[in-house]
């Protein structure tokens, strides 16, 4: 299964044996939209390496709110599914299936071996854990200095992109207020903020997307 | 300078030439407390040990507000004073004395050299990064579920266990308000709340401890 060597940069430097158990160690999953994959303290499903689709990780607090933390997308690699090879990380994580998702399942005992023995992998995980730090911090900058009126349109066009720009987008205020880590209510009293603004227009489970331009402008606008 | 061995746990896992060359890279500093050792975007200072005293890692927003993201202490590392060394770091944090500290400072070329010849010296530095990045999910998750009432109570208790329990805090709420990514007004509001309820007694740049368990009962509750 060679076809691991395009989703890790340090496959040339592994010995043929290492090459050999990475390829072992990897089993192509299939994961229908809406399938939740990492929970948190539970588990260690191991790496997954995204071939198609998309995964969604998000905290979730003791009292059932939940802000997304990050996706990822085509050749990324969750981490934090295989958490329990990093001692020192001490956070729980829940990762799902946002759309369907085809992967590969890396088995964290061998990943975690070709770690001890290769300093190539240990640093490209290292990379990879800095990387989802980095979307980390840039949420905490959001969610510290940013209105939420510049979060919530920053989202919708955000969302938009990921649906290649059609400009309607088929979500629930819920699912907002939870991606958003607000509450309905306030996502509820937003929208409709944004409606009279001409920024969007709402119907039962859809925004349309009415000034794209309106909304980047909002969306670069921070905090006083 | 073998004594760089206590911080290492990586040592005896090094050649000789490679024990060599990282003592070579460190050098003994002092830095006066409120001294800034690192700021965000600029420079690559190198990786620092705290031999005593003690760091403050802060954010920095566009208008000048901070938040305090961790300290370090004695035998801690500072990762992010060399985050030259780790390409996917994309974001910028300040670190400062604290209090008057001896460190040690290692030249981020050469240990980013050992990174990538000794698989031990990079799943260190990885454990090293998770460890902070724990630290700033827990931040992320106070910060989007506790109150701000809640928050400050802990403040004012680690504060607090940092001073030896004396009771008595040396802080402006302008200071406080940096601490806690908040506004001073906001904190004044509150922490003249606090008195009311017998908490705390203010006078002018301290904060005296009236209720440990008081606030230990507050510090513990989080937002519905």
């Known amino acids: 299964m060679t076809a691991l060597e395009k989703y890790f940069p340090f496959w040339k430097q592994l010995s043929d044996s290492q090459q050999q158990r990475l390829s072992q160690a990897a089993v192509e999953r299939r994961a229908a939209k809406g399938t939740l994959l990492h929970n948190g303290t539970a588990g260690c499903e191991g790496l997954l390496i995204v071939q198609s689709g998309r995964l969604r990780a998000f905290l979730f607090s003791d009292e059932g709110r939940e802000i997304t933390l990050y996706r990822l997308f085509e050749r990324d690699i969750c981490l934090f599914s295989a958490s329990c090879m990093i001692r020192s990380i001490q956070f729980d994580i829940s990762v799902e299936a946002e759309e369907d998702t085809v992967f590969y399942q890396i088995s964290a ?5 070709l770690m001890k023995e290769s300093a190539a992998v240990a640093n490209y995980t290292n990379e990879l854990t800095a990387a989802r730090f980095s979307d980390v911090m840039w949420l905490l900058d959001q ?8 979060r919530l349109a920053a989202f919708l066009l955000e969302e938009n992109h990921l649906n290649n720009g059609e400009g309607k987008l088929t979500l629930t205020h819920e699912e907002i207020a939870r991606h958003l880590g607000s509450a309905r209510e306030v996502i509820t009293r937003m929208l409709k903020y944004f409606q009279a603004e001409g920024l969007v227009t709402l119907s039962r489970g ?10 980047a402008a909002l969306a670069e606008d921070s905090l006083k």
């Open 206 to 215: 859809t925004v349309l997307i009415s000034d794209i331009k309106g909304l």
């Open 109 to 113: 005992q061998i990943y975690a071996q």
């Open 143 to 150: 969610v510290l200095y940013k209105r939420l009126d510049s």
